[in-house]
């Protein structure tokens, strides 16, 4: 088959009345090659039922779309995060890319002179090689935007999730019962008692009625089916593992403290079966096979497609997680644009183990040119490192992982050799201690911020002065809005009333930035993978029930974020943090046609907020292509 290089597009334009004819079907036979070979084509795309508004409500659905094709909305609803032209009716797509937008009119104006340069290249003036473009309506009420991406989540930790998901759980004893219900229900695992047991998504805060702290190895010795069984359960924050007594005995923690970590203990001495940050590796949990991993990605992937994301920036992946991406890569089976952030444990300089890759697999969608290094813990688990001990538990500041020394020597390391730079960052402490680090290194140097994109991974809690200084010095300050709605139930009582007020702290940090740059995530699994659940909890700051401890007008609405806003935090600031803002991002020429199909104009400034969780995504498309759904 010849090359686009060496002939024109096909586009059939069909209509949704039965019976009817597309206009390439009416074409009178020639005896030219091109033309049959054109016939030939139109008749297979007569044939595909494309969904168009031209005559009559009738609507078809489309899976699989053409090379090229104009995709145009009914009332001018395609959000194209691009200041120009923020709304258009219509966008041109060809193959992986978008050639055009604007009005239909315009649309057939330009195909007409790229059919006219195509045909006087390839075909002098054979009038039978031109084609009509095919145009693809939406169903009325949906809008169209940007491929929706997450600036920070987890992938692989995603799909072990959800294998034992302990989030559900409102109460201590209904734990209890997923973890059985599971045991019971896999005969595998019911008839080996030394299989360890492994879930995620505890959450202490949340249980009504419990006694207050940490659960304990005893409290999973209460029930019988589980007491001689190893247990190791995931806090949902993924900083602190809860075990049973049976995986506590395989533990010896050895003298002295743990860098960076914690053996939670009672009074006496002896271990309560919490393990917080780096004090987590002490517990020998079995390692995870290769094909293991690939199952909890291949899980992940699918489930990102449905809910609208294109790309994901995976904020901790480690040289064997790397290698389950080559693979799924190099078989073209990575249907999202991944931004791997790699990581290890290794106490020394590790950038050495980590590829360098841009562009890498079948379909270019893998890069890995940043590393995340880690300062503290999470506020939930009583970790985040602050500058003075939590209101609500003094006895404790959190944890650093490493003093403000080690770290400094670390990320210049890493920046010497070119790394990009992601910091996981909670507390205020951490906050400042990691800008003093990027301060040193930047100066007032805005364009080599700009070059190099330094990132605060969360942004939790910051010094009002920090929010300012990270702003200055060009630091990206990448933050999860249903961070701010999980924990507004407690973080005011851990933090007091001084603190809270540079915590969660959105629209301050969208303000400070000089570029207005805030990239928008959810830590998935720790949040839902849902990106409009982050969208409705930016622009409402209220919990999925429409409550907030402020009430219905949200907690601390000044920091809320517009719909505008939130949609370019997860489209073009995201592909900012990731250095892909010139391709991907918004819809307007030269980027990739990476778009989604909603079935609700969840932009409109007046619509209640509790449409914005009842929105269903109707198609995922990524380079020029549905991969779910159908429009």
């Known amino acids: 088959m010849e090359s686009d290089q060496t002939k024109p597009f096909v586009e059939a334009k069909t209509t949704s009345t039965t019976g009817s004819k597309s206009a390439i079907s009416q074409t009178s036979s020639s005896s030219t090659r091109p033309r049959l070979f054109w016939l030939c084509v139109a008749s297979v795309l007569a044939g595909i039922a494309y969904r168009i508004n031209l005559s009559g409500p009738e609507y078809k659905t489309v899976t699989q779309l053409p090379d090229s094709y104009a995709l145009c909305s009914n009332n001018g609803t395609i959000y194209t995060v691009n200041e120009v032209e923020p ?3 219509c966008m041109l797509v060809r193959k992986d890319k978008i050639i055009a937008t604007g009005s239909l009119s315009s649309l057939q104006v330009q195909w007409e002179e790229y059919q006219n340069a195509l045909i006087a290249r390839f075909y002098g003036n054979e009038p039978s090689a031109k084609k009509p473009l095919t145009i693809i309506r939406p169903v009325p009420g949906s809008i169209v935007v940007p491929g929706l991406a997450d600036a920070h989540a987890h992938l692989i930790m995603y799909g072990f999730k959800v294998e034992l998901p302990l989030d559900g759980a409102e109460t201590f004893n209904d734990v209890l019962d997923i973890i059985e219900d599971y045991v019971r229900s896999h005969p595998d695992v019911f008839a080996d008692e030394t299989r360890w047991v492994e879930g995620m998504g505890w959450d202490q805060t949340r249980w009504k009625g419990w006694r207050g702290g940490f659960p304990t190895a005893a409290d999973l010795a209460i029930r019988p089916l589980l007491a001689s069984r190893p247990l190791a359960l995931h806090r949902v924050d993924g900083h602190a593992l809860w075990v049973s007594p049976t995986a506590l005995a395989f533990v010896n923690p050895g003298p002295g403290e743990i860098e960076g970590g914690e053996v939670v203990r009672y009074e006496n001495g002896e271990m309560t079966g919490v393990f917080l940050d780096a ?4 517990v020998p949990k079995p390692p995870r096979s290769a094909a293991q991993m690939k199952a909890y990605l291949e899980r992940a992937l699918t489930d990102a497609l449905a809910v609208g994301l294109t790309s994901v920036h995976d904020a901790d992946v480690e040289v064997d997680m790397i290698d389950v991406f080559k693979q799924v890569a190099d078989e073209g089976k990575l249907p999202l644009r991944v931004y791997a952030m790699g990581h290890s444990n290794e106490p020394t300089y590790w950038g050495d183990k980590i590829p360098w890759l841009t562009g890498y697999g079948r379909d270019g969608r893998l890069n890995v040119r940043s590393v995340k290094l880690y300062t503290d813990g999470a506020l939930g688990s009583w970790g985040a490192a602050l500058l003075e001990p939590y209101s609500d538990n003094p006895g404790t500041s959190g944890l650093m992982r490493s003093d403000e020394a080690a770290l400094n020597a670390t990320v210049a390391r890493f920046w010497e050799a070119g790394w990009g730079i992601n910091i996981h960052c909670i507390g205020d402490r951490a906050n400042k201690a990691v800008l003093d680090i990027f301060e040193g290194l930047l100066g007032n140097d805005t364009e080599q911020a700009h070059a190099r994109r330094p990132r605060i991974e969360h942004a939790q809690i910051m010094r009002v002065g920090d929010i300012e200084r990270a702003g200055r010095l060009g630091v990206i300050t990448s933050v999860q809005p249903t961070h701010a709605t ?14 809270i007020k540079g915590g969660y702290a959105y629209q301050s940090l969208l303000q400070a930035s000089p570029l207005k740059t805030l ?10 993978i849902n990106p409009l659940l982050g969208f409705y909890a930016a ?5 999925v029930n429409g409550n907030s401890p402020h009430g219905p007008g949200g907690w601390y609405p000044a920091e809320r974020l517009t719909r505008a806003q939130a949609l370019k935090g997860m489209t073009l600031d ?7 803002e010139h391709e991907l991002g918004s819809l307007e020429p030269e980027k990739k046609a990476d778009f989604v199909v909603l079935d609700t104009d969840i932009m409109r400034e007046d619509a209640p907020f ?22």
């Not at 999980?486 to 603190?499: I, N």
């Not at 995201?574 to 892909?580: K, N």
């Not at 198609?619 to 429009?631: C, E, P, W």
């Open 519 to 528: 990239p928008l995530g959810s830590d998935f699994p720790v949040e839902g």
């Open 539 to 543: 622009v409402s700051r209220l919990d």
């Open 87 to 89: 709304v258009v009716d």
């Open 610 to 631: 509790t449409e914005i969780l009842a929105t269903k995504v109707r198609a995922t498309v990524v380079d020029g292509q549905i991969l779910y759904g159908a429009i």
């Open 574 to 580: 995201a592909a900012y943090a990731a250095f892909a």
């Open 279 to 282: 004090a987590m590796a002490l």
């Open 486 to 499: 999980s924990d507004m139930g407690y973080a005011e009582s851990r933090l007091g009333r001084d603190r």
